[in-house]
Nanobody, 126 residues
């Protein structure tokens, strides 16, 4: 059974940083691309980043490019999202995702992802 468990969310002031983690189990983590999707309060899902299985290629939504960094540790079966220069509009629930075809040039939607974690809340507020 695929399990994705996010952690690291919390309350942070604008301009601050957070690092999210996603612990994966139940599948061969190093063979699968991974991604992050978020949902702002009262809004739909927004894809924000993806990484290929080996970690050599990454892609980002324009809204987070230059501020967020996705990475992975295949030895630890863990996915990360380093979030810097956080803005109030980054507030939302952040989901770790898997089971999708990776492309460095494709703009993903929520429907592209087959497996999801339960999410972790990120609140950016002064």
């Amino acid at each position: 059974e695929v399990q994705l468990v996010e952690s690291g969310g919390g309350l942070v002031q604008p301009g601050g940083s957070l690092r999210l983690s996603c612990a994966a189990s139940g599948f061969t983590f190093s063979s699968y691309a991974m991604g992050w999707v978020r949902q702002a309060p009262g809004k739909g899902f927004e894809w924000i980043s993806a990484i290929n299985s080996g970690g050599s290629s990454t892609t980002y939504a324009d809204s987070v490019k230059g501020r967020f960094t996705i990475s992975r540790d295949n030895a630890r079966n863990t996915l990360y999202l380093q979030m810097n220069s956080l803005k109030p509009e980054d507030t939302g629930v952040y989901f770790c995702t898997s089971d999708f075809h990776y492309s460095a040039t494709y703009h993903y939607t929520a429907d592209d992802f087959g497996s999801w974690g339960q999410g972790t809340q990120v609140t950016v507020s002064s």
